[in-house]
């Protein structure tokens, strides 16, 4: 697998940031199917038209009765989702409190109609929840703006 691309160099060859971003690598695969995720803000949109490539039908498997379906919550928000949005204000461990990252964070992403971000430590210590984790443990995100109040400058 290659993972977390950010460019196709050639049908076998693929650009990966590695160290944390501050580096990238130029992976080659010569394998024939080819197992690759990508980085989704390391290309521009571009519309479904043209191409080639084979459609194919597969069966499903039978089900073996181990597990079942129960639901899905989705949750609703006002806020841009988080690895979309073009601005993001992101609060760390230095807010000291869930209530003083509240109290910080929050106003301030609604006057710039912005998603919430939080760091590792301040998700670790309880401030904020999981699926608002940015960084290299979290979501990767590439906003236009990025505010941070109380993350340190850890070398990622």
Same mark, same amino acid.
């Given at each position: %697998? ?8 050639? $049908?076998?060859?693929?650009?990966? @940031? ?9 992976? %080659? ?45 989705? $949750?609703?928000?006002?806020? @841009? ?47 904020? @929840?999981?699926?608002? #984790?940015?960084? %290299? ?6 906003? %236009? ?8 400058? $850890?070398? #990622?």
């Amino acid at each position: %697998q290659i993972s977390d691309i950010t460019k196709v160099v050639s $049908a076998d060859t693929f650009e990966r @940031p590695i160290y944390a971003g501050n580096a990238i690598a130029t992976v %080659q695969s010569s394998d024939a199917t080819k197992v690759i995720t990508v980085r989704t803000t390391g290309f521009d949109a571009t519309a479904a038209t043209g191409g080639n490539a084979a459609v194919e039908t597969a069966t499903a498997a039978a089900d073996t009765g181990k597990s079942s379906y129960v639901g899905s919550e989705i $949750a609703k928000s006002d806020r @841009p989702e988080l690895t979309a949005a073009k601005i993001i204000v992101s609060g760390g461990r230095a807010l000291g409190s869930k209530e003083k990252f509240d109290e910080v964070i929050t106003p301030l992403a609604d006057k710039l109609g912005a998603a919430i971000g939080a760091s590792r430590a301040a998700v670790d210590a309880g401030y904020a @929840p999981n699926d608002l #984790q940015v960084g %290299q443990t979290g979501k990767i995100v590439a906003p %236009q703006l990025y505010v941070a109040a109380g993350i340190s400058g $850890a070398i #990622q």
